[in-house]
């Protein structure tokens, strides 16, 4: 755990997703969830160390499975965007036949058999201000990565949650995305008067708006080859190759390139289809 200017915390030793919490007079307002059942209550047990206050609420950057499936554990009232309120709602009570990629065997199959599916019961359209002590916490709608996406910006401390809006270390998710708006959020956060220097990425450690780089490069090269792609008329199934490609251009461990690679490429067809007109995954 890494701990921030005005008691800000941050954990990106979880699978999949960092995690944070803000620790105020009244409690703990916590940014989105390990998606493990083991490893959300292990997060539940290192906020007790930092505070005895209870958790004031929970908030999702966006509806990603792998962020929000922990919100049981945390029992507390969730925040989300108004989109990922809806997305939620649309998930199955038991996510059966629907486990994360992680689960591979049968224990933990079984362990995840219980896990409920939590929508959160406050939602937002455009922006949401939380003055718990000296926290001003303001959740902002800032569109791209997902329809829902919302950033968690502490004034204070300098520091921002983007969710999947900032990942490191790994290709973003680009399978509900819109390049162009995500693009412009991102312009948005490296301008000098954006209030925070430190930024935390929905996957990965915390960076700088000059790490934003080599994300904005990859989606303005993945933008590029999915408008050729389109323009062109293309069948569906080159979207294999492009993906490839794209791969080749962010770093990713041998061992894991070919989970990498299948991954982006279910995103892009997702995507192709979304602008090809076809239904939205």
Known sequence: MHKLPSNVYVDSSFPGVTVGAIVTK???????????????????TKLRQLSPKPILYVINTDHHRDR???NQWLEAPVIAHHFTGERLRLYPEILKGNMPDAVMDFETAKEFAGVRVIPPQITFSEELVLLKGDHQIILRHMPGSTPGAVWVLIPKAGVVFTGDSVVADLPPFLGS?????????????????????VIVPGRGKPTTKEGLKPLQNYLKLAGRKMEALINSNRP?????????????????AESQREAVSRRVRIELERLYDTRRGGDDV
């Open 236 to 252: 569906r199934s080159d979207v294999a190759g492009m993906a490839a490609d794209l791969v080749r251009h962010f770093p990713v």
């Open 68 to 70: 929000v499936l922990g």
């Open 26 to 44: 009244q409690g703990i307002i916590c940014v989105d969830t390990p998606s493990h059942p083991a490893e959300a209550q292990k997060w539940r």
């Open 177 to 197: 995305a819109d390049i162009e708006k995500w693009q412009e959020s991102l312009n948005e956060l490296r301008k000098a008067r954006f209030p925070a220097k």
